[in-house]
């Protein structure tokens, strides 16, 4: 069992930064791929960018390649987004997901465990 809780988020201005956390329980949280996924109102919720456990593996979505910077620390079960650059179209409820490290990374169907979800706004 995995259990995520995500604080932070906010409102900022394009252009700006902002990071987000995702703190995890559960021994096997070092085992697990991580991702952050995001559902603007109205719309699915879409891959934004994922690790495996290791580190050694990273894929981020071609909207948000080059601006948002995914990373994790095993040691406190953390995993965080660093979002630069940002859009008034990266506003969106944001979520973090653990996913077995055997499956794709990108494939929200594949994430068993979800946190309740930040919200992040980008003002124009």
């Known amino acids: 069992q995995v259990q995520l809780v995500e604080p932070g988020g906010g409102l900022v201005q394009a252009g700006g930064s902002l990071r987000l956390s995702c703190a995890a329980s559960g021994r096997t949280f070092s085992s697990y791929t991580m991702g952050w996924f995001r559902q603007a109102p109205g719309k699915d919720r879409d891959f934004v960018a994922a690790?495996?456990?290791?580190?050694?593996?990273?894929v981020y979505a071609d909207s948000v390649k080059g601006r948002f910077t995914i990373f994790r620390d095993n040691a406190k079960n953390t995993v965080h987004l660093h979002m630069n650059s940002l859009k008034p179209e990266d506003t969106a409820v944001y979520y973090c997901?653990?996913?077995?490290?055997?499956?794709?990374?990108?494939?929200?169907?594949?994430?068993?465990?979800w946190g309740q979800g930040t919200q992040v706004t980008v003002s124009s």
């Open positions: 997901g653990a996913s077995p490290p055997t499956r794709p990374m990108n494939i929200m169907g594949d994430y068993n465990y």
């Open positions: 690790i495996n456990w290791s580190s050694s593996k990273i």
